[in-house]
């Protein structure tokens, strides 16, 4: 079984200031790992995702996360925000079948 | 290339009642899987079919079933709805690892 923990619900974070959203996982198994951005009204979009190799992944609108296998974590992390990035971001772990999201954490960016 | 569709885009049913959403995968993906989304919570994996047969399903009751047809496209029915049954229904396609989400039915049991 695995299950997903979002420390955060919600973060409020000025303009071009960093963040970091936290995430934590357990499995018994070797899962991948993902970030999903939400929309107000909207579904779920691939911000990341881990798989293998390399424990660093960056996403094209300047997100990046690291999979620390020792502490069982998938921080996101932006080194500085917009506004544009106002909205909710769910981390997931699964394989093919199952994925496993958490509760969510709204990023409310203040200009 | 579309993406993932589904419809209705919101419903209103009577507690009771059955509902049928429907969700149209992406080309060429064989996989379809549905996820509940309540209110302020994170997404439920209900369950997920592979090449017309169920490949796996989480811990919801009979009362949720589901179809995937020959193109791939998928249906989720639910029986005898329950006031708590509202939310967001979300499907998503995939073809490997990653899933392509579609952008929900918001259903409202009164």
């Known amino acids: 079984a695995q299950s997903v923990t979002q420390l955060d619900s919600q973060v409020p974070v000025f303009e071009e200031a960093p963040v970091e959203l936290r995430c934590n996982y357990s499995?018994?198994?070797?899962?991948?790992l993902f970030w999903y951005v939400q929309y107000p009204n909207q579904g779920l979009q691939l911000l990341l995702k881990?798989?293998?190799?390399?424990?660093l992944v960056e996403s094209i609108n300047g997100f990046e996360a690291e999979f620390n296998k020792s502490q069982t974590s998938f921080h996101l992390r932006k080194p500085s925000v917009h506004i544009s990035d106002t909205a909710e971001y769910f981390c997931?772990?699964?394989?093919?079948?199952?994925?496993?999201f958490g509760t969510g954490t709204k990023l409310q960016v203040i200009p | 290339e579309t993406g993932v569709t589904q419809s209705p885009t919101h419903l209103i049913k009577t507690r009771g009642q059955q509902v049928t959403l429907r969700c149209s995968s992406q080309?060429?993906?064989?996989?379809v899987s549905w996820y509940q989304q309540a209110l302020g919570q994170g997404p439920q994996f209900i369950f997920q079919?592979?090449?017309?047969?169920?490949?796996g399903r989480g811990n919801f009751p009979p009362r949720f079933s589901g179809l995937q047809f020959p193109n791939y496209s998928s249906e989720l029915n639910v029986n005898a709805l329950e006031l708590d049954d509202s939310a967001l229904y979300l499907c998503?396609?995939?073809?490997?690892?990653?899933?392509?989400f579609g952008p929900g039915t918001r259903l409202t049991v009164t």
């Open positions: 080309s060429g993906h064989n996989t």
């Open positions: 997931a772990a699964g394989g093919y079948q199952k994925v496993t």
């Open positions: 998503a396609s995939s073809l490997g690892d990653e899933q392509y």
């Open positions: 079919y592979y090449r017309e047969e169920e490949n």
């Open positions: 881990y798989l293998s190799g390399s424990t």
């Open positions: 499995s018994s198994v070797s899962v991948y």
